[in-house]
C-alpha cells in the first residue's frame, strides 16, 4: 500500500460542477445569531465555508465532500443540505 498524505488523496478527486443549482443553503440571520457560521468556517474539511468582510458566511458548495460535517454541527434551520443532484458532485478516487 502506498502511503499518501490526505491532501494528496483529495487532489484525485473528481467534481462534476452543478453551475444551476446549490445542494447548501444557508440562513444567515440563523447562522449569526447561533454563531453556527464561525462553526462550518472551521469544521468543513473541504474549506466550503468562508466569514466574509460583512460578517456574512459565503459557501462555495462546488468544493463539497458531501461528508456531512456541516450537518452535524450546524444549530437547526442554519442550512439546507441535500445531496448534488444526479451526476453532480464529488467522486472519489482514493478510497
Ligand atoms: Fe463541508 Fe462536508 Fe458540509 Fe460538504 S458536507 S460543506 S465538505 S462539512
Redesign the pocket.
Known amino acids: 500500500m502506498i502511503n499518501k498524505s490526505i491532501p494528496e488523496r483529495l487532489a484525485g478527486n473528481v467534481y462534476e460542477i452543478d453551475e444551476e443549482e446549490s445542494h447548501?443553503d444557508i440562513n444567515q440571520e440563523l447562522a449569526r445569531s447561533t454563531g453556527s457560521g464561525k462553526v462550518l468556517v472551521k469544521?468543513?474539511?473541504?474549506h466550503?465555508?468562508s466569514e466574509k468582510a460583512d460578517g456574512s458566511i459565503g459557501v462555495e458548495y462546488a468544493a463539497?465532500?458531501?461528508?456531512?460535517?456541516?450537518?452535524a454541527v450546524a444549530a437547526p434551520g442554519v442550512l439546507t443540505w441535500h445531496y448534488p443532484r444526479s451526476g453532480f458532485g464529488v467522486t472519489f478516487r482514493e478510497g
Open positions: 447548501i469544521v468543513c474539511p473541504a466550503v465555508y463539497c465532500l458531501e461528508c456531512g460535517t456541516c450537518l
